[in-house]
């Protein structure tokens, strides 16, 4: 079992930034974000593989929002620029040891998530 811990949410004007950082009480494992808004279902953002630290994206975030991680590997961040109200929503972390190439987008094949924080931007 591994536990995550994110911060970083808050209120933002459109146009403004926020940075995400999500802690995993252990290591080896793929992380990434997804995001929920009320009344939709959850929806894939970005990853991080474990192994070659490989990043993913959704298109809808694809040039905004930048996904990374420490030398540990252990806390990945998000850096989301160019925020639109469209990106107000719970953010939540996730991580799995051994998720597929071909499952990274898809939120049932991960194990384990984080208690989410609110983003919130402001047109």
């Known amino acids: 079992q591994v536990q995550l811990s994110e911060s970083g949410g808050g209120l933002v004007q459109a146009g403004g930034s926020l940075r995400l950082s999500c802690t995993a009480s252990?290591?080896?494992?793929?992380m990434g974000w997804f995001r929920q808004s009320p009344g939709k279902e959850r929806e894939f953002v970005a990853v991080?593989?474990?192994?070659?630290?490989?990043?993913y994206y959704a298109n809808s975030v694809k040039g905004r929002f930048v996904i990374s991680r420490d030398s540990a590997k252990t806390t990945v961040y998000l850096q989301m620029n160019s925020l639109k109200p469209e990106d107000t929503a719970v953010y939540y972390c996730?991580?799995?040891?051994?998720?597929?190439?071909?499952?990274?987008?898809?939120?049932?094949?991960?194990?384990?998530w984080g208690q989410g924080t609110q983003v919130t931007v402001s047109s």
């Open positions: 991080i593989r474990w192994s070659g630290g490989h990043t």
């Open positions: 252990g290591s080896g494992y793929t």
């Open positions: 996730v991580a799995d040891r051994s998720i597929i190439l071909s499952s990274l987008s898809l939120a049932s094949q991960y194990d384990f």
